[in-house]
């Protein structure tokens, strides 16, 4: 421990010299504004008049070398100096160790300098504390000081009281507790003198060497268990800490403190009565601190309830208020919340009254849009239902005009009416599918297979038109892959998707009105994409192409892929429009559409058997 306190000091030293050293080599310190203040905080603890005499060397050096500043010496108590610290009312402060450590943890205060007085005390070793006691006293050592009154400056005195404290702390020694009273007598110093002199106390606490300023003092007064402490001239009854600092704070203009160190450091016993040294190591003040649980370690004490109750009380009284108080509220909550809650149960059933509103609507909606798709093709239905109907009527003609050439043979009569039933079938399964997609009914889903919807809606969507473009379904699903949907909701998605190809690509050459439709899978979902070869979309119109009323037809409405991207929505799934990819025979041309949907995961162990197609 000792060679790490010396290296501690090397470093210290090394790095103060290379400060100076390289402002030396500068030529001179660093031009400093004129006309400005030069405030120097001191701690007044034998007074303001004796302040002045010990710290005016001091000044007159600082006025000497900085004669641009309007040099400042405030003479304060331990409150005064750290009030005035904090209100940025000094530049430096001198005071003792212990309120320089608590000035370090509340205001950022940086020691620069340690006080050296000379006259066999260092800098790390100059500062102690002794107790005395009136010549005729009973008392040997401060093991007897239980039971008895102790003078003390202040109980914030690092000299005045808390090294004492410390030294009583090692012997197990409580004060607070264990002495007859601690007998406060402020500063100056001198007054704890006084009160010995007056019998107001049984022995006193003065800093080391202040006792030997009294001539006479050995002939008055007696030291309690002092201590040989090697090269130190005064007596002691404490272990010895390091001496009084120097200190800048954090508004400090770091150029001024520099030339302040440079000024300072320059003073000589011989011919200004004290010095001043690089700063020492204030870890031993520290350790004493975070001992007695004092300073910026206070937050380490553990107080009891009582103590809390004895020093809070006015906070203990307003925490019952508030208790008496949450109490009072609780129970008015509580009223409110048994007066409210029939109103909170009206409002969540119209709530729900809403929402079936909301639902009703979004299904007629849904419906809507079907009937809407029927409107647009209905041109092309009543041709492609008179080709039947045509069939129908030439067969039962023909019947009619061999009955009357009389030859009409049994062979005849069943092939007409064979032919005649298959055209009749074939109008009815038209009309049949048509009804069931525009039907209006209830949502439900059944699991069914991605191939069977896909074929339902390309029948039904070519059965509706007399030049129906070719529609490929190129299908690269594993097998026994389900779909958990509304069939059709999700043939009304398929048709509008188809319908809008169709639209697309009917202007141009045959060959490219073809339809494309792939089913595939992604992870854990189906893929089923509708490509066309048409006019493509746009980049801005396809950004736009869900958002309801947007439409690209001159006649549209703009809510068919709004309501299909819903649709996707609700069965947790996704309608998204994408550039498509460059095909052999047309490149770029067109637009895909990808309709994606969760795969049906059944139970293990659990098979679920096929739906067939909904018939008509």
Known sequence: MPALVASRRLVRALCLVLALTSLACAGQPPALAADKPLRIGVLAFLGTEAAVVEWTPVLRRLQAALPGYAHTLVQLDHDGLQAAARGGELDFIITNPGHYVELEAALG????????????????????????????????????????????????????????WGELDRLGIAPESALAALREVGFPMDGVVDALDGGQADAGVLRSCLLETHPDWAARFRVLSPRAEPGFPCATSTRL????????????????????????????????????????????????????????????????????????????????????????????????????????????????????????????????????????????????????????????????????????????????????????????GILGRIRAFAR??????????????????????????????AVGIDEALPPGTLIEVDRLQIQQVLLNLLKNAWDASRAQPLERQRIDIRLDTDADRLRIAVRDYGSGLEPAARERLFESFFTTKADGLGLGLSICRSIAEAHGGRLSAEPPAASADFGNAGALFILSLPLHQPPPGHTTAHLAPEQP
Do not use: C
Request: net charge neutral.
């Open 109 to 164: 205060a940086s020691r620069i300098l340690t006080l050296d007085v000379g006259g066999g005390r260092v800098p790390e070793r100059a500062l102690g504390s002794v107790v005395i006691v009136p010549r005729a006293s009973p008392l040997r050592a401060l093991e007897d000081l239980p039971g008895h009154r102790l003078a003390i400056v202040d109980r914030d005195g690092f000299g005045g009281y808390q090294l004492v």
């Open 241 to 428: 800490y390091p001496d009084w600092p120097l200190a800048t704070l954090r508004h400090t203009p770091p150029e001024l403190a520099r030339a302040v160190a440079i000024a300072l450091l320059g003073m000589r016993h011989e011919q200004d009565g004290l010095a001043w040294a690089v700063p020492a190591d204030y870890q031993a003040v520290h350790e004493l601190f975070r001992r007695l649980e004092i300073g910026p370690y206070a937050y380490l004490r553990a107080p009891t309830l009582m103590v809390l109750a004895e020093r809070y009380w006015p906070w203990v009284a307003g925490f019952a208020l508030l208790i008496v108080g949450w109490i009072a509220y609780t129970v008015r909550v509580e009223h409110l919340v048994q007066t409210r809650t029939a109103a909170l149960r009206a409002a969540l059933a119209e709530r729900e009254a809403m929402e079936a509103r909301m639902r009703g609507a979004q299904e007629q909606a849904e419906h809507m849009s079907r009937l809407s798709v029927l409107g647009e093709l209905s041109g092309t239905l009543a041709h492609e239902l008179n080709q039947p109907l045509a069939a129908i009527a030439n067969y039962a003609n023909s019947l009619v005009r061999r009955a009357d050439n009389q030859r009409l043979t049994e062979a005849a009569v069943r092939e007409a009416a064979g032919e005649i039933a298959g055209q009749a079938e074939r109008a009815a």
């Open 440 to 469: 209006k009914r209830t949502a439900s889903r059944e699991t069914v297979a991605p191939r069977e919807l896909v074929d339902e809606a390309a029948t039904l969507f070519r059965g509706m038109l007399a030049h129906a473009p």
